[in-house]
């Protein structure tokens, strides 16, 4: 604000300068105008010792020209007496052409004065409608970065950011209930755990005792043996079966992918994805081709759906040889493909099925910063919204495909 304060304050000062400048060249000009009378008389004088007569009908100041005699000083009007060739002359003259000079410093002086009076009242409107108003919201990210997300965020009648203020407040509801959402999700999975900890403990002890049993030697019959063998074999599978549920506690559901279903034509979810790559994808000299495509309706999320498309072109920028990232439009009978293609794959074939899964990366992504997540949410999104998504590799070209349920 103090910024804005020295701005508003220069801009006063540059209007006051302003002003004087241009009253001082006016004044400079009126003064000028105010003696050409004076330049008309001599020019007269001379032309008349010159030929003994002189022209008025071209002068602008000099009106009548007397020579002295019974009416030479019963005038009305202002004049000059001049000597010429041994008699006098009167000069009369008027200066009606600086008067309306003042009217034009007038009008000058207005114009300005309403030009300034309206920019410094923008400025100042844009201070208390604008400004202020935004400085009481340069606290609220940082409270929300602490996780103070209790307090709603007040609502202004103020234009400017209503919608600002209505987002950030949804934005701190979303974040609420996620981190509920997440403190349930890790309740329920502590529980899960405790439980399959617990039930662990029964075939692990069983086990436990057939091997000491065995280890002593407490059944010399050979078939008795068998048997405890095959018990010792069920209990173990009921362990595994045990791990198997931890392992998919711990890897499955662990991400809150909630979709609004609704419908979208297929140009805007393009025209999302275009806006923001064609000029990321100029910068880093990588050419983006679109190819031809037929509007029509899709069934599903379009923040979802650019989402998927945001990160199978993130992907291809990553792991890509960064020439070209091409965008392939294909249609059948109930729905749209829309392919992501890139050269530079570096990717095994026997890797593609594991691509989509979580926490998954490839041999190529070791020097690559990720997560191993992205493919895998791409899949539970398409899968939400009725579609699916599924990849293809074709030497050093990788091809993955999106496909759009049509409305």
């Known amino acids: 604000m ?21 009253n001082m060249l006016l004044a400079a000009g009126r003064t000028n105008g105010g003696r050409l009378y004076r330049v008309e008389i001599k020019r007269l004088v001379r032309e008349m010792e010159a030929n003994g007569s002189a022209d008025i009908t071209e002068c602008e100041y000099v009106t009548n020209i007397e020579r002295c005699g019974e009416k030479f000083y019963s005038t009305d009007s202002d004049y ?34 309403v030009t300034a009076i309206l920019f410094i009242a923008v400025m100042i409107y844009i201070k208390f409608a604008i400004l202020i108003p935004f400085e009481r919201l340069i606290d609220i990210p940082y409270e929300l970065s602490k996780g103070n997300l209790t307090a709603p965020i007040k609502e202004t009648k103020n234009r400017f950011f209503g919608k600002f203020l209505w987002g950030i407040d949804i934005l701190r509801e979303n974040i609420e209930l996620q981190k509920q959402r997440e403190l349930e999700m890790q309740k329920e999975k502590k529980m899960l755990l405790l439980s399959l900890s617990h039930d662990i403990n029964t075939p692990l002890s069983a086990i436990k005792l057939y091997s000491a049993a065995l280890s002593k030697n407490l059944y010399p019959d050979r078939e008795k043996q068998y ?4 018990n010792i074999s069920e209990k173990a599978n009921e362990i595994e079966n045990y791990v198997s549920q931890i392992i998919m506690a711990s890897r499955e559901d662990f991400l809150s992918l909630e979709v609004n ?11 999302k994805i275009t806006r923001y790559y064609r000029e990321k994808l100029a910068l880093i000299k990588t050419d983006f081709i679109v190819g031809e495509y037929k509007n029509c309706l899709l069934s599903g999320d379009l923040s979802r759906s650019v989402e998927v498309l945001q990160n199978v072109m993130e992907n291809s920028l990553k792991y890509g040889d960064g020439k070209c990232v091409e965008l392939i439009f ?29 926490f998954w990366r490839g041999a190529n992504a070791e020097s690559v910063h990720g997560s191993g997540l992205g493919l895998y949410i791409c899949r539970q999104l398409m899968r939400r919204m009725n579609g699916e998504i599924f990849a293809e590799i074709n030497n050093d070209i990788i091809t993955v495909t999106a496909v759009f349920a049509k409305a």
């Open 227 to 230: 048997k405890i063998a095959e």
């Open 80 to 113: 000059v007496i001049c000597e010429i060739n041994g008699e006098l002359y009167r000069f009369d003259y008027n200066t009606n052409g600086c008067s309306g000079k003042k009217y034009l410093v007038g009008i000058v002086n207005a114009a300005l004065g």
């Open 2 to 22: 103090k910024a804005f304060n020295r701005i508003l304050s220069a801009a006063a000062a540059a209007v006051i300068l302003l002003f004087a400048v241009v």
């Open 330 to 358: 294909s249609w059948e009978d109930e729905c749209v493909q829309i392919a992501v293609r890139n050269g530079g794959c570096t990717l095994c074939k026997d890797d593609l099925p594991h691509v989509f899964e979580s």
């Open 261 to 271: 279903m609704g419908e979208f034509y297929l140009s805007e979810l393009i025209e």
